[in-house]
């Protein structure tokens, strides 16, 4: 009779005045049934939804684990809260940074706290101007030189506030060495070229210099075939007085050697008188 003046719990529309006391029990224990089986649906479904979370978090885990970049990932604070193997390889230390800094860090391998001054310094001003800060680093390692490309890129939340800051980095030694050999290859280039445009002014200026000489040589030759010519044309006349003027000292030895001996002095006269009138 206890039971008539109350709703049985879980059963809608139905009270206990309405049963015998019988059938009350009956509905009591299947409205319990019902509260036990929507709990139990109810952990399935979180079980669920835990699993589907986890492996959504191996995934993601998997992923940044196997990435080939040096991965990190500080809370504002800048305090560690991921870092992948390649980051850091020794899995006990990679577990023992996280949530501390590099300051930890350092005193922790004996390390000059200027190290984690740099660091912090680069961190903060990341946060300060909101954007992304690349550098480059360069090293040696068991006595081989590294260089490597390093970034910190802040993310944000709803709100436009920095929540975390990712840092990456990328072993870059072979595109620096590339970028090396090809520096060096075009400053010989450079040098060749310079070298090849003196050259080029070399010959040109031995080309003029070579046709300025055949150019003399071309006047000489026409000075010389002129003077030739003039030569040829005064030897003709020359030839024909020369031999007049052996012809006339000829006669003259003649005249008086011969002729002028022979003749009186009344004679002489008397030629010299007809020539004069003539």
């Not at 690349?134 to 993310?155: C, N, Q, T």
């Not at 000489?213 to 020369?242: C, E, F, M, R, W």
Request: proline share 3%; charged share 30%; aromatic share 6%.
């Amino acid at each position: 009779d206890g039971i008539r003046d109350h709703c049985v719990t879980g059963v809608p529309d139905v009270c206990s005045s309405d049963l015998i006391p019988e059938d009350a029990e009956l509905v009591m224990r299947i409205s319990e049934l019902k509260i036990s089986t929507n709990k139990s649906s109810l952990v399935a479904e979180l079980e669920t939804l835990h699993a589907k979370v986890e492996e959504q978090r191996r995934f993601y885990e998997f992923v940044l684990d196997k990435i080939p970049a040096d991965i990190v990932v500080f809370d504002n604070k800048h305090h560690y809260m991921y870092i992948n193997p390649l980051g850091v390889k020794d899995k006990e230390l990679r577990e023992w940074m996280i949530g501390k800094d590099d300051f930890d860090y350092c005193h922790f391998r004996g390390l000059p706290e200027k190290l984690a001054l740099e660091r912090r310094k680069l961190f903060d001003d990341v946060v300060a101007r909101r954007e992304t800060k690349e550098w480059e680093e360069e090293y040696s390692r068991d006595g081989r030189r590294e260089v490597v490309l390093r970034k910190l890129s802040p993310l944000f939340d709803q709100d436009g506030n920095i929540e975390y800051v990712v840092g990456y980095a990328i072993d870059i030694t072979s595109r620096k060495s590339a970028e090396e050999r090809l520096e060096k290859t075009m400053q010989k280039l450079e040098s060749v070229n310079t070298n090849l445009e003196a050259l080029v002014q070399q010959k040109t200026d031995r080309i003029v210099e070579m046709t300025n000489s055949i150019a003399v040589q071309d006047k000489l030759a026409t000075i010389g075939q002129l003077a030739s010519g003039v030569a040829h044309d005064l030897n003709t006349p020359l030839a024909s007085i020369g031999s007049a003027a052996v012809g006339v000292k000829y006669a003259m030895q003649q005249v008086f050697t011969g002729l002028l001996l022979q003749c009186t002095e009344m004679e002489v006269k008397l030629a010299l008188k007809c020539r004069s009138e003539e």
